[in-house]
């Protein structure tokens, strides 16, 4: 028995005697199934193949862990710590022991929440490796885990408070349930938004986007852009980071996201 990881999305399935027939993540319409077709891997093949996770701070209380070299969407995770215990937003698919290790000298992980089900990967096999914190999955988004387990607590949408002053808001649109994580002490007291791509940071870094589908430029409805933006209204935030390294709003960001989403909106309404 294996636990295979598709090579495509890097979300890892159930045990099975054989690769699933196919990746239903990558069947759906905001991902694709890759070039030369279904493949598959396990975390035993890509430890072979080379890969390691790189562990950078980005700054006190906030570090990042992504794989390299790249693999499949190449997002990295981002642990907040807090001396009411830490919390890994988002995932990546590979683990191994020296990663373990370094997240264990951060303090380790309390409780495991994700921007959106591309990004679930190998989420299972993290908490196991961490003492079984629990995961926060929307019941929205209930049909996209492909690796059931009793470490998965589904959540109801409403704000959550893991540990104190790091909340997790349900604000939709790419997915049903795709949520942001708001962390009140980040940039010095300023406030921090992690957005994996529930808010995509734009590569001029002083706008954001917002997307039904990122690969196959699908776009989003004013009404669900609107919904972002109403959802993370009550919270103050100066900063934001995206799903990959470098994906940062360094300043003032909440008005980022204001002026994003009413450029976005107008231009989509154009000439409607
Ligand atoms: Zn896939
Ligand atoms: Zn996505």
Not at 6 to 15: D, F, I, L, N, R
Not at 145 to 165: A, F, Q, S
């Given at each position: 028995m294996e636990r295979f990881i598709?090579?495509?999305?890097?979300?890892?399935?159930?045990?099975?005697?054989?690769?699933?027939?196919?990746?239903?993540i990558c069947e759906d319409e905001r991902q694709y199934v890759g070039w030369e077709g279904q493949r598959w891997t396990t975390m035993a093949g890509l430890r072979d193949a080379g890969f390691r996770n790189?562990?950078?701070?980005?700054?006190?209380?906030?570090?990042?862990?992504?794989?390299?070299?790249?693999?499949?969407?190449?997002?990295?995770?981002?642990?907040?710590?807090?001396?009411?215990?830490?919390?890994?937003y988002d995932c990546i698919s590979y683990l191994d022991d020296a990663t373990i290790s370094a997240v264990e000298n951060l303090g380790g992980i309390q409780a495991i929440c994700l921007s959106h089900p591309h990004f679930y990967d190998s989420m299972v096999t993290w908490s196991h490796a961490f003492g079984r914190p629990p995961?926060?999955?929307?019941?929205?988004?209930?049909?996209?885990?492909?690796?059931?387990?009793?470490?998965?607590?589904?959540?109801?949408?409403?704000?959550?408070?893991?540990?104190?002053?790091?909340?997790?808001?349900?604000?939709?649109?790419?997915f049903e349930g795709s949520a942001v994580l708001h962390w009140a002490e980040g940039a010095d007291g300023q406030g921090v938004l992690l957005t994996g791509d529930s808010i995509a940071v734009a590569n001029d870094r002083r706008f954001v986007s917002f997307m039904t589908s990122y690969?196959?430029?699908?776009?989003?409805?004013?009404?669900?852009?609107?919904?972002?933006?109403?959802?993370?209204?009550?919270?103050?935030?100066?900063?934001?980071?995206?799903?990959w390294w470098g994906t940062i709003v360094a300043e003032d960001a909440k008005e980022a996201v204001r002026r994003s989403a009413e450029r976005y909106v107008k231009r989509i309404m154009e000439d409607a």
């Open positions: 598709c090579k495509t999305c890097g979300v890892e399935y159930a045990e099975s005697d054989s690769p699933p027939e196919v990746c239903p790189e562990i950078r701070e980005h700054e006190a209380g906030l570090t990042g862990i992504g794989t390299t070299p790249r693999f499949c969407i190449g997002q990295r995770a981002l642990l907040v710590q807090t001396p009411h215990g830490n919390v890994l995961i926060y999955v929307p019941e929205a988004d209930k049909q996209h885990v492909m690796r059931p387990d009793p470490v998965i607590t589904y959540w109801d949408g409403r704000p959550l408070e893991l540990v104190p002053g790091v909340t997790l808001i349900q604000c939709g649109g790419h690969p196959n430029n699908i776009p989003m409805s004013p009404a669900k852009v609107r919904g972002i933006v109403d959802a993370i209204e009550p919270y103050s935030f100066g900063r934001i980071y995206g799903g």
